[in-house]
């Protein structure tokens, strides 16, 4: 869960940049960090069932072009566009907070999304320092979304470990 968390980071980072900046890399970028979508998804199919694992994937994946488009909503000045975009990634933060706590009820859903949102709010933070070219907040803030990513990363892991304790006894007992 670490590694597939930092990934996200690392080519979230990549995807606001290329975007905010029209990188020629842009599709390239945006379609690396879809894939972290669906490996994160996948790394729930040990556990849960195929259909967990595509709906979690489905979820992150619903995350990621959100953001993707609050930053060209952003970027075109449109703001009744982005507010609404926003609020539409922020219910789908809603959603995968919930949705993870149905499969394991050892998520709060209520503390998830609170790590969610915060996750977010520093991915919105990040852009907006990009955007006005604060390259030392953007880094900083970045840092700051790494560590809420692998406190989530760890608090999937940890609920894991709780919910199936016999499948790491053998390994780890």
């Not at 890399?25 to 199919?45: C, E, I, K, Q, Y």
């Not at 566009?81 to 949705?99: M, S």
Request: hydrophobic share 45%; charged share 25%; no cysteine.
């Amino acid at each position: 869960m670490r590694r597939l968390w930092g990934e996200h980071t690392a080519w979230t980072r990549a995807t606001v940049s290329s975007l905010v900046y029209s990188l020629p890399d842009a599709d390239f970028v945006v379609a690396r960090l879809l894939r972290a979508a669906t490996d994160m998804g996948g790394a729930l199919r040990p556990f849960y069932s195929d259909g967990v694992a595509k709906k979690y994937g489905r979820l992150l994946t619903e995350h990621i072009t959100l953001a993707g488009d609050l930053i060209n909503a952003t970027l075109t000045g449109n703001e009744e566009k982005a507010t609404a975009i926003e609020k539409k990634w922020f219910r789908n933060g809603t959603k995968i907070a919930l949705f993870l706590n149905s499969v394991n009820p050892y998520i709060s859903a209520v503390e998830f999304q609170e790590m969610f949102d915060e996750h977010m709010m520093l991915i919105k933070q990040g852009m907006s320092s990009m955007i006005a070219k604060d390259f030392k907040a953007s880094v900083n803030l970045f840092d700051l979304m790494e560590m809420e990513a692998l406190e989530m990363a760890d608090m999937i892991s940890d609920a894991i470990i709780m919910q199936f304790p016999y499948k790491f006894m053998s390994v780890y007992g």
